[in-house]
């Protein structure tokens, strides 16, 4: 089982910066693949960027050059820094881990981009 959880969600104005975290636990030794996904009102969840064990990321083009993902050295930690942030970036977002085939998921975390 792994568990999830999302923190560093908030409030910020258009171009502003915030940085997500997640801490995954349970009986695991390493995760192969992480990432973040977002869901907007009245929209599909969709993905937002994804990160090997060895570090490789793969990003949505919606956000790329503007956002970053990491993961830390603990492994099963896992970063976004979203920079330059836009209102269509409004959304909750969503921690995931693939192990074994199955996915898990965090509860979520508000992002609120507003003036």
């Known amino acids: 089982q792994v568990q999830l959880v999302e923190s560093g969600g908030g409030l910020v104005q258009p171009g502003g910066s915030l940085r997500l975290s997640c801490a995954a636990s349970?009986?695991?030794?390493?995760?192969?693949?992480m990432g973040w996904y977002r869901q907007a009102p009245g929209k599909q969840r969709e993905l937002v960027a994804t990160?090997?064990?060895?570090?490789?990321?793969n990003y949505a083009d919606s956000i790329k050059g503007r956002f970053t993902i990491s993961r830390g050295t603990a492994q099963n930690t896992l970063y976004l820094q979203m920079n330059s942030l836009k209102p269509e970036d409004t959304a909750v977002y969503y921690c995931?881990?693939?192990?074994?085939?199955?996915?898990?998921w965090g509860p979520g975390t508000q992002v609120t981009v507003s003036s």
């Open positions: 349970g009986t695991i030794f390493s995760l192969p693949v």
């Open positions: 990160i090997t064990s060895t570090g490789r990321p």
């Open positions: 995931n881990a693939l192990l074994t085939g199955r996915h898990y």
